[in-house]
Structure formats: C-alpha cells, structure tokens
C-alpha cells in the first residue's frame, strides 16, 4: 500500500495515530508522544529521538527531538538532500534553557515544542508554546516573547527575550520548492552516535535501518557525514562549511530563498565567488555597510558576512530571524577561517 495513495489511506494513519493530520490538538499531550510527566519529554515506544551533527543557533536553546513515523512505514534515504518521510510522520522539537549551562541535564525551562507533520498535502507547521507550570503546551499560531535567563557556560546570569516564531513565519527558513520541507534529517546531519537515557546507539542512521524506518539505505560508512562545527580536531575550514551549511545553507542555496542573492553556503558549493569569497553584494546599502565582499580573505573585519552575523539590527542581521542574541563561538569560527584565507 502506498502512502501517497489517497484520503482513505490518510484517515486509517490519522486514526492510528489518534488525531487528525489537518486538525492539530490543542493540546500537546493530546498527541500522545510521551510518557509520565509529560515535562519529562520521555517518548512512548516508536518515536525515536534523534540529534544533529551541527544544531541551528536558535540564541543558545537546547532542543530535543524526536521523529514519528505511521506504523509500517519507512523514511526513503537520499544521498544528498533531506529523507523523503510519509504521509503521517511528526518530526518533534522541544526547545527549553538549563537554568546552568553548565548543568545541561539539570533543571530546565521548555518554551516551545515545534511541530512539522507530513499530510497529503505536504509539511505543516504545527506550534505549541508550553505554559509556566510546564505541565502542558498548547497549539497557538500568534505566536509569543518569553523572558528567560539562564547561568551561561563561564558562570554568568543571561536573560533575553525570546522570541517564539508565528506559524507563518516558519516557512522564512523551511520553504522548499513552494512548501514547507525539514531542514536537518540528511545523512550528513544525522551520521552520528547517540546516547538516549543511558542507552548508547553507535549511529544513529544504522539504528534507523535496523529497525526498519528506513529504505535504500547503504550504510553509514558510505555515508557522507560533516565535521562538528565546535570539534577542534576537525578542520578549521570543514568545520566553517559546516556551520554554515546547516545554519545559512538551507535559503542560501540555487532552490532556496536567497537564491537570488548570489550567495550559495550549502556544502556543495565549490565555487569561491558564490560562496562568497571577492563576491560584490547584490544590492548594496546599510547591510553592507559599504564594505565590498561578502567574504573577503583575510579580512574578516571586512567581510559582509561576519559583520551581518554579528548585527542586532532587523535590516541588517543574518539570519533575519530565530535569533536575539549573537553566536559569538559561531563568528569566533568563522573569523579564524577568513583569517586563514589567502587573500
């Protein structure tokens, strides 16, 4: 039976799973994807928690996430771009702040659990902003600001105020050739080992075949896999591309939003001018802050890229959304590999 066969086959799936594909709950625990507390995000038997390679900065949350497939069913492996899932699949991401980052299994705060569900008409959005008891999150597509502070990794009180995203802005980073597509469920992102309340899985993309999620799968030794964006053992240069694939490639791609910028930073993109370097900007003005290159080698200080990267200003900041903060350990990163470039 194929899963893109009809509006009978999408009832049984939607019945299965206890919801209906088109209709989110209100509530997240309607769902039924955890156990116990649901605070404790502790999944039921056949949601599998996943992790990435290099996670999107999304002003320093931590996330957790899990994958929800229709029973019997299978995820299509590609070699490149993002697995094919079917109709009926969840991809879940639970945002929270350890009170101590120093502490990351302690104490924490989730604010949003993101939701991207596959119906026969493709992904949809779907948002749940958890309440302060966090004892329930609920489906709200408006939208919110939530003050949270936090102890930062060198000892020191943070607060900002985060911004949760409104339904229809989740399409700026997660639309696809006219839809809305998942962003970090390639081979590459995913060809790790994991560790999942105690229990060590070697890969996790192995794991996945193994338990029969996922099809024409090869092996995760043929598997093209990217460097850690933070492993100082990996290439500085491996590990720039990395970061920048993952947080910029997705719009910064021929397919992508940015598209018509000229500026390919997916990992593919061996081209120096389209990624970047001696590479005038498309239309200059105070983003660019006249400067003339959006990566000039050597000059760090002088490339577009780094100093829209570290800007605050809605005109002028790259990403234009999903962050209030700046990632300096991501610029820091990139800075050395300008540095490093011939120019």
Same mark, same amino acid.
């Given at each position: 039976m194929h899963l893109q066969s009809g509006g009978i086959l999408t009832h049984i799936i939607a019945s299965l799973l206890g919801f209906h594909l088109n209709k989110p709950p209100q509530k997240l625990s309607e769902?039924?994807?955890?156990?116990?507390?649901?605070?404790?995000?502790?999944?039921?038997?056949?949601i599998i928690y996943y992790e990435l390679i290099n996670p999107l900065f999304s002003d320093y949350a931590y996330k957790i996430r899990f994958v929800k497939l229709p029973p019997g069913?299978?995820?299509?492996?590609?070699?490149?771009?993002?697995?094919?899932?079917?109709?009926?699949?969840?991809?879940?991401?639970?945002?929270?702040?350890?009170?101590?980052?120093?502490?990351?299994?302690g104490a924490r705060r989730i604010l949003e659990t993101r939701i991207l569900a596959k119906t026969e008409k493709g992904w949809e959005a779907w948002p749940y902003l958890w309440n302060?008891?966090? *004892? #329930?999150?609920?489906? &709200?597509? !408006?939208?919110?600001?939530?003050?949270?502070?936090w102890i930062h990794f060198d000892g020191k009180k943070r607060s900002i105020n985060y911004v949760v995203p409104n339904k229809n802005q989740c399409k700026q980073c997660h639309e696809y050739k006219g839809g809305l597509s998942p962003i970090g469920l390639a081979a590459r992102h995913l060809n790790k080992p994991i560790t999942y309340y105690g229990q060590t899985v070697p890969n996790q993309l192995d794991f996945w075949a193994t338990m029969g999620l996922l099809k024409d799968f090869?092996?995760?030794?043929?598997?093209?896999?990217?460097?850690?964006?933070?492993?100082? *053992? #990996?290439?500085?240069? &491996?590990? !720039?591309?990395?970061?920048?694939?993952?947080?910029?490639?997705?719009?910064?791609?021929?397919?992508?939003?940015?598209?018509?910028?000229?500026?390919?930073?997916?990992?593919?993109?061996q081209v120096p001018m389209r990624l970047g370097i001696m590479k005038p900007p498309v239309a200059a003005g105070r983003a660019s802050a006249h400067m003339k290159f959006s990566i000039?080698?050597?000059?760090?200080d002088q490339s577009i890229l780094i100093y829209r990267m570290?800007?605050?200003?809605?005109?002028?900041?790259?990403?234009?959304?999903?962050?209030?903060?700046?990632?300096?350990e991501g610029i820091k990163l990139l800075r050395q590999w300008i540095s490093q470039m011939k120019n």
């Open positions: 769902l039924g994807l955890f156990k116990g507390d649901i605070k404790n995000l502790e999944s039921h038997t056949g069913t299978q995820a299509t492996y590609h070699e490149s771009e993002v697995f094919d899932f079917p109709v009926g699949t969840l991809l879940i991401k639970n945002f929270y702040y350890p009170q101590d980052f120093r502490i990351p299994d302060e008891e966090q *004892s #329930e999150a609920f489906y &709200d597509v !408006a939208g919110k600001s939530v003050w949270v502070s090869p092996g995760s030794e043929v598997c093209e896999k990217l460097a850690a964006w933070d492993d100082p *053992s #990996e290439s500085t240069e &491996d590990r !720039a591309r990395s970061y920048l694939d993952i947080n910029c490639g997705h719009c910064h791609r021929p397919e992508g939003q940015a598209s018509n910028s000229g500026l390919f930073l997916n990992i593919r993109e000039a080698p050597g000059q760090p570290a800007s605050l200003d809605p005109g002028i900041m790259m990403p234009e959304m999903g962050r209030k903060t700046v990632d300096e």
